[in-house]
């Protein structure tokens, strides 16, 4: 039953092989079916049998005294593709937050590599250097260097940078290098070139979440801030009218606090991923 499953999961995530590149796992995709369709498997059993026993806990008032195998067979399946999904959705997330850390200072790094150029130092050297740097994009340039050492030549190496890059101001980087050294054009003047696009799409970026921000910040005080300071007052004043007993009204303030906290971290937590990652 679980082969069936890997060549269902298979089928339905057909790109999962370039994403793990993408995410920068070394694992290839058969490996990683295999790995987490078994855990979802045992995932699925369990979550199935605890779901068995609670609604056969809740139905034996009723008087049943079997359960339809069709109905345990349904559940199962619902877990397994759920859980599975879970799972490999997981390099995906990996992917954003590869391409998070690696475009918030990959300008400074892509003006070190230029500075670099421009002081006559030939590319592999320049990227070794850039590799370096400590600086989160560094790290990737890093890969590049790497392969190189290993005895890619860095044509292919590039190339296999840019088929497995998570960011496209990355690649556009990568294809000025790709480029320059298939046609020996100057590559110090297109780099050039290309960082001050991105310098300035990052601006661009910067600029919309500025005017994004007010509006999100108005509906921050209104639902964060003053509705559960006035609510909180109303309901402390009503229930001097009301007579409400002191267990109901404290069971009232302790959902308005729970409400709140979750309120708050929703706020925090689209703030942050709003927010552009860029350094220019």
């Known amino acids: 039953m679980i082969i069936i499953f890997q060549n269902l999961l298979k089928k339905i995530f057909s790109d ?3 994403n793990l590149k993408k995410a920068g796992r070394r ?12 855990y979802a498997f045992i995932f699925s ?15 034996a008032n009723r008087g049943w005294k079997t359960i339809s ?16 999904t879970v799972f490999f959705s997981m390099p995906k997330l990996e992917i954003k937050k590869r391409k998070f850390a690696l475009e918030a200072d990959l300008l400074y790094s892509s003006r070190f590599l230029l500075l670099k150029l421009e002081s006559g130092a030939p590319i ?36 296999i940078a840019i088929e497995n890059s998570p960011s496209e101001s990355y690649t556009k980087i990568l294809e000025e290098i790709k ?3 298939k046609t020996g054009a100057d590559l110090e003047k297109s780099l050039k070139s290309t960082l001050d696009t991105l310098t300035k799409e990052h601006m661009i970026e910067i600029k919309e979440y ?66 552009p990652q860029v350094m220019t």
């Open 16 to 18: 999962l092989g370039s």
């Open 27 to 38: 694992e290839k995709s058969d490996a990683f079916i295999k790995k987490y369709s078994r």
């Open 45 to 59: 059993v369990l979550l199935t049998l605890f779901g068995l026993f609670v609604i056969l806990e809740g139905i």
């Open 69 to 84: 195998l069709v109905y345990i067979i349904f559940v199962f399946i619902v877990c397994f593709m759920f859980i599975a």
């Open 124 to 159: 592999l050297n320049a990227l070794i250097d850039v590799s370096k740097l400590h600086t989160k994009s560094s790290r990737v340039i890093g890969e590049i260097v790497s392969d190189v050492y290993l005895g890619t030549p860095i044509e292919k190496a590039i190339n």
């Open 179 to 181: 480029n320059s050294l």
């Open 210 to 275: 500025g005017k994004k921000l007010s509006p999100l910040s108005m509906m921050y005080m209104i639902i964060g801030t003053i509705l559960p300071a006035m609510g909180s007052a109303i309901l402390v004043v009503a229930t001097g009218f009301i007579e409400l007993p002191v267990r109901t009204g404290t069971t009232i303030l302790v959902v308005m606090l729970v409400s709140l906290i979750i309120t708050q971290m929703f706020f925090i937590l689209f703030f942050k991923a709003l927010k």
